[in-house]
């Protein structure tokens, strides 16, 4: 199974909104087969390792991160391909909540007389997709709220200069994390200020959709994500209703979700549903502050990765992660819970799940 989890990352940034899934063909104690889901649309990981394999695969143990599936949808049902392959014992990693799965795949290959074990390395396969299993529940993307800070908490410079606080090898850690993620998502005065690009720099890695949220629609149309809006699908969440505003970005290749007012700023929870109908399943949610405020208060933040800098920068007005109005009382506080640590070289990331 830690294989077949091995075998399945290879699938990251290629499989969004489908599940990362890894398959291990197991006979007389040789693996004589193994794949794993390559590309969204194609065949799943049960039917790669199938037909990877160098002998009969019948009698033998089928190891999949992912319970089977039993529907058709771009592909045929893989329990027909296990019992058709005469496959006499099946071990699930995780079970699938697809409605058009949940628990009836394992349910038929029984019934055709397979043996069926669940629950192995359960919890790493339940956090393997996290993303998947969270968007075929919920149908909102799964939101990463990701920032690099000193250890005085700082994310620039009272000058907002900020290139770079993290080392090389955290940086590409982001990027690795950039290739994963469907979507990218800033508040336009991080537009305003950084003029980001937002792009994957990371060998064959894919560009995530950027999504600026943009309550008045300042973004400057000199910004160079817009300048590069044809080339990458860029979103501009705004309430503006200004036509003529919106046809100039609209040109540009930009696209634009109206979004109603929650407050000063867009409903971002509304903006969630927008984006999840756009089958965008996740978001890294790269700042600044301030929507990192209204997103932790508005609750849709599922995870939080806090890069941390050996370095200090000072200065009162230099910014902070997150900022907005803030709470009053301690007990108010946004909580989080599952540490995790992470080490970059002389960098650190903070891993925590919303609770
Ligand atoms: C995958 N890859 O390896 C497995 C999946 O639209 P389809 O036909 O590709 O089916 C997608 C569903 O199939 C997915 O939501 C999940 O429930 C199930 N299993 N999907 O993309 C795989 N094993
Ligand atoms: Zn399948």
């Not at 390559?38 to 143990?61: I, S, V």
């Not at 319970?67 to 392959?85: F, L, Q, S, V």
């Not at 982001?174 to 993620?181: A, G, K, L, M, S």
Request: charged content about 25%; proline content about 5%; some cysteine.
């Amino acid at each position: 199974m830690g294989m077949a989890i091995d075998l399945a990352q290879k699938g990251k940034g290629q499989v969004n909104p489908n599940p990362l899934v890894g398959a291990v063909i197991v006979k007389d104690g040789t693996i004589i087969g193994s794949g794993y889901h390559e590309k969204y649309g194609e065949l799943h990981a049960e039917r790669n390792a199938l037909a990877a394999c160098t002998q009969t695969p019948a009698g033998a143990t089928l190891y999949v991160t992912l319970e089977p599936c039993c529907h058709t949808g771009k592909t045929p049902p893989c329990t027909e391909a296990i019992i058709e392959n005469k496959i006499s014992r099946v071990v699930v990693g995780a079970k699938d909540p697809n409605p058009l799965v949940g628990g009836k795949g394992i349910e038929i290959l029984r019934n055709n007389g397979i043996e069926v074990i669940t629950g192995v390395m359960e919890k790493e396969c339940l956090e393997l997709n996290e993303v998947f299993f969270h968007f075929i529940k919920n149908k909102t993307p799964f939101v990463l709220m990701k920032y690099a800070m000193t250890l005085d908490g700082k994310i620039a410079t009272y000058s907002g200069k900020s290139k770079w606080i993290t080392g090389e090898v955290a940086r590409a850690a982001v990027h690795e994390t950039r290739n994963e993620y469907r979507g990218i998502m800033v508040g336009v005065q991080t537009v305003i200020q950084d003029d980001p690009l937002l792009t994957c720099r990371r060998e064959g890695g894919r560009d995530p959709v950027r999504i600026i949220c943009d309550t008045h629609l300042r973004t400057p149309l000199s910004a160079r994500i817009v300048a590069s809006a044809r080339r990458i699908p860029t979103y501009l969440a705004t309430c503006s209703q200004d036509e003529k505003k919106i046809k100039r970005f609209e040109i540009m290749g930009c696209r634009i979700l109206q979004i109603s007012k929650e407050g000063n700023h867009l409903c971002l929870k509304e903006l969630m549903d927008r984006l999840g109908a756009e089958k965008i399943d996740s978001i890294i949610l790269e700042g600044g502050g301030t929507l990192n405020f209204s997103a932790l208060k508005s609750g849709i933040v599922n995870k939080l990765q806090v890069y941390i800098a050996p370095k200090m920068f000072g200065g009162a007005t230099a910014k902070s992660p997150v900022e907005g109005v803030g709470i009053e009382a301690p007990s108010q506080a946004f909580q989080f819970s599952d540490r995790k640590i992470k080490i970059f070289g002389d960098d650190i990331c903070l891993e925590y799940y919303r609770r």
